[in-house]
């Protein structure tokens, strides 16, 4: 895993939008799968980019609790947006995935483990949030006593092209969950992008000596101190811009301490129990297995897919849901997200990228949940 | 009368009973003897004894045209049953049956009742004792009642 | 946990901890009126190394995967699981015979505390289908008998019929190291044993609570009942070791299924001691 050298201030250079397009081509003809942000269905996702023109040049999103909109921007910026109901997920860890085949011969069965291939991916557009969400995944798949083999294969092999923001999303709160606007450590390469001084740039910041070996292929300049300058404002401005933050207290210990509070009644009276929010969070990681087989019961098959705490299946033991009630799933997820997963990997679940607010579709919103229960305790 | 006394005082629920109280109570008392299979008392039956089980099991049931008899408790030595001497009107609401040869300690309702209502400090005694193991009894058969061992197929 | 380093099967464990190793049904046994009992041999042709209290994820081919407790003796025999048929996987693992394929992924999860039990009196409280995860405990009390202080089995039943692996209960109950109790929820005509609910079973006993460690399985009701009753008699909560179940899809902590407020019940338990539990089962639909 590519980490900057702490301490040490980084190497810095500038590339020009040719460069950009300079580097995409490299990593293609290193036979990666570059992957990074582009526009479909009236949202920016993450798919597959062949060329920096798929990139959403001159596009915004406009964010707000249970909305998304694209916008035109008077610039060309490619990256003057946040981050949409995509995540670095999708392709780490992968949404439905075949686990074993298994074939049956009269009492004998065969089971092959499904091969693990890795698909030598290249992240870019990589926000600070999401790379924390990265390390956060890695955490909990590869940190404990079982290490996940298909996040792994993804994972190790993945090459990161990081961005900082430049500006505030409409729902972000990175800065109160300490995971940004600055992408700190977990890039091979990091971007600013740079389009205020006239001419349309990219500070570019070296964390890694892949990255570094890349970045010589590419035609760039050391970075000047007005460059620095200028990208250290871009990010400041975002940190300045946040719309929203959690309470300043000790979080985990306050929401355990109120489980039983009136306030997981009251969002369950508008919460859908509809389980976007785990599916756009880049966290989140729960799923589920089914098996398949074919008619003849000769051949069967697990196959793994993502799964939410929001179903009602999710708890199901002994005849019943353990969590029947929209109150005690919302609960369960929030205090996992904010409380629970402290105690369970050492860190927050939660990186402030703010998707499970935009995404609500009746616009709940974590960090007003918890302010309300904290307030509640100072009333 | 003494021989009594004594019996009574080593039975756990009269244990720590003052003296006083011990000879009061033991002049309601007599012992009892039950063989395997015999009934103690049948459902209906005026609720005229309160029963203190030293040696042996018995059984409390309640039979069902169709099922027989369904037994939900069995009292071990060191243990009481029949209560509803306490309370008007004074019947049986189950059958006490002897599982084994018993040996239990008889007391008179009437003459308990009595003895409680002209002394009230010996009616306290004896409340303070009944309270614990009716309360222990309402909870136990609420987790029988809840059948918690059935498959939920 | 035991698990011997050069062994095929821990190997594959973990390379491939979502994969299923093949192992054939010796043989099936009916032990109560809803419960069978597999006897398995590991295609491998290893034995299956656990502690007590682990589980395995039990795969029946082209149906699905369950966690069923091993039921079995660590120390020699087959691999051993008792099974109640409630759901299509479960049903379909009870219905397998003799020859029959079965996948197996484990052992899983912290087991009974056997080290912390040495010199200790033990008190094995089972209830229901409860006394299958206990039974590899008992063998081990049993087993190795001297490492032990007096040893205790209260067991509840729902009725006679339902008692759980019954001809050894009667044996175990005519040995003279180990005290057995057996009370049943209900009973008709016929049965001479005692009738009540397993609490009852712990306010007649004596224990020394400085020197006794409970084990306890169940349905969690009674585990809880049983818990505040082994407290009443003085018992730490330290002391009282409970075995809990939920919804499980991978047993590795991965797939947040089995949380319990903090705790993967596949990871860090299923056996818990009741100081960790008590506040986790005070919380309604935790």
């Known amino acids: 895993m590519p980490e900057a050298s702490s301490g040490a201030s980084p190497e810095r250079y500038v590339i020009s939008v040719d460069g950009l397009r300079a580097l995409i081509k490299a ?17 920016i996702i993450y798919d597959d980019i062949d060329s ?173 101190s007005n460059d620095i300058d200028a990208a250290e404002a871009a990010v400041e401005h975002t940190a300045a811009s946040m719309g929203r933050h959690m309470p300043e207290e000790d979080v985990p210990a306050l929401l355990m301490r109120n489980l039983q509070h009136p306030r997981w009644q009251e969002v369950a009276q508008r919460c859908l129990s509809c389980a976007n929010c785990t599916m756009v969070c880049p966290t989140c990681f729960c799923t589920s297995v089914e098996d398949h087989n074919d008619l003849a019961g000769a051949e069967s098959s697990r196959t793994r897919r993502w799964d939410s705490c929001f179903t009602m299946d999710y708890s199901y033991i002994h005849g019943g849901s353990v969590r029947p009630t929209v109150s005690s799933r919302y609960r369960q997820w929030m205090t996992h997200k904010l409380a629970t997963w402290h105690e369970q990997f050492g860190t927050y679940g939660c990186v402030g990228c703010g998707r499970c607010i935009t995404w609500c579709p009746v616009g709940i919103d974590i960090t007003e949940e918890t302010q309300a229960i904290a307030a509640s305790e100072k009333a | 009368m003494e021989n009594l006394e004594r019996i009574l005082s080593e039975h756990r629920f009269f244990h720590g009973l003052d003296k006083d109280f011990l000879e009061l109570a033991a002049g309601c008392a007599k012992n009892v003897r039950f063989d395997a299979g015999q009934f103690i008392f049948h459902e209906g039956e005026a609720a005229d004894q309160f029963y203190l089980v030293r040696e042996g099991r018995v059984a409390l049931q309640v039979s069902a045209p169709g099922r027989g008899a369904g037994i939900f408790l069995t009292i071990e030595p060191g243990e009481v049953f029949g209560v509803n001497w306490l309370v008007p009107p004074y019947r049986w609401v189950y059958d006490a049956k002897a599982l084994e040869p018993s040996r239990a300690i008889s007391m008179d309702a009437r003459c308990l009742r009595n003895k409680c209502e002209a002394d009230h400090n010996l009616g306290y005694e004896i409340m303070k004792r009944l309270m614990p193991v009716l309360i222990e009894r309402l909870h136990e058969t609420r987790l029988q009642y809840l059948d918690l061992y059935r498959s939920h197929a | ?163 759980l692996f019954r001809h050894e209960v009667e044996r175990w109950r005519g040995r003279f190291d180990i005290d057995v109790e057996v009370t049943v929820d209900h009973a008709t005509d016929g ?40 407290m009443d008699k003085g018992l730490g909560e330290e002391a009282i070791y409970l075995s809990m179940e939920r919804n499980m899809k991978c047993a590795i902590g991965h797939c947040g299924h089995c949380q319990l407020g903090p705790t993967f019940i596949c990871r860090d338990g299923p056996v818990f001691t009741y100081a960790r539990l008590k506040p986790l089962l005070a919380v309604k639909e935790l």
């Open chain 1, 27 to 43: 990593l293609r003809a290193r036979g990666r799968r570059v992957v990074g942000p582009t526009v479909a269905d009236d949202a």
């Open chain 1, 52 to 224: 920096l023109d798929e990139l959403p040049c001159g596009v915004t999103d406009e964010q707000e609790a249970g909305r998304y909109k694209l916008a035109q921007r008077g610039d060309d910026a490619y990256f003057g947006y946040a981050v949409g109901p995509h995540s670095w997920k999708k392709f780490l860890h992968k949404p439905a995935l075949r686990l074993w085949r298994a074939e049956r011969k009269g009492d004998e069965v065969t089971v092959e483990a499904e091969p693990v291939e890795p698909q030598n991916f290249a992240f870019l557009g990589v926000r600070a949030c999401e790379l924390k969400a990265i390390a956060i995944q890695d955490r909990v798949l590869m940190g404990g006593d079982y290490v996940d083999p298909h996040y792994k294969a993804q994972r190790e092999g993945a090459f990161i092209v990081a961005v900082n923001c430049g500006e505030a999303g409409g729902t972000c709160f990175c800065v109160s969950m300490d995971a940004g606007p600055k992408a700190r450590q977990g890039f091979d390469l990091a971007l600013t992008e740079l389009t205020s001084q006239g001419a349309h740039e990219f500070l570019v910041e070296v964390g890694s000596p892949a990255g570094a070996e890349l970045l010589a292929e590419l035609p760039r300049r050391p970075a000047a």
């Open chain 3, 1 to 163: 946990m035991p698990e011997n380093p050069m062994s095929e099967t821990t190997a594959l464990l973990h390379a491939r901890p979502m994969v299923p190793q093949i192992a054939h049904v010796r043989r099936r046994r009916h032990d109560a009126p809803d419960a069978w009992t597999l006897e398995l041999d590991m295609a491998n042709g290893e034995r299956f190394l656990y502690a007590p209290g682990q589980f395995n994820m039990l795969t029946a081919f082209g149906v699905g995967e369950a966690a069923i407790s091993v039921s079995g003796d660590p120390a020699e025999g087959p691999l051993i699981h008792t099974i109640r048929a409630v759901g299509p996987v479960s049903k379909a693992l009870t219905q397998l015979g003799a020859g029959d394929p079965v996948g197996v992924r484990g052992p899983f999860g912290v087991g009974w505390p056997m080290a912390q039990a040495e010199g200790k009196d033990v008190l094995v409280v089972a209830g229901g289908l409860g006394l299958a995860p206990l039974r590899p405990a008992l063998y081990r009390l049993l087993g190795e008998r001297a490492r032990y202080g007096k040893v205790t089995l209260l067991f509840g039943a729902r009725r006679p019929e339902d008692i």
């Open chain 3, 191 to 230: 049965w001479r044993g005692n009738v009540g609910v397993v609490t009852t079973l712990i306010s007649r006993h004596d224990i020394d609570p400085s020197k006794t460690v409970a084990m306890v399985c169940g349905p969690e009701v009674m585990m809880r009942f049983v818990a505040m009753a082994l």
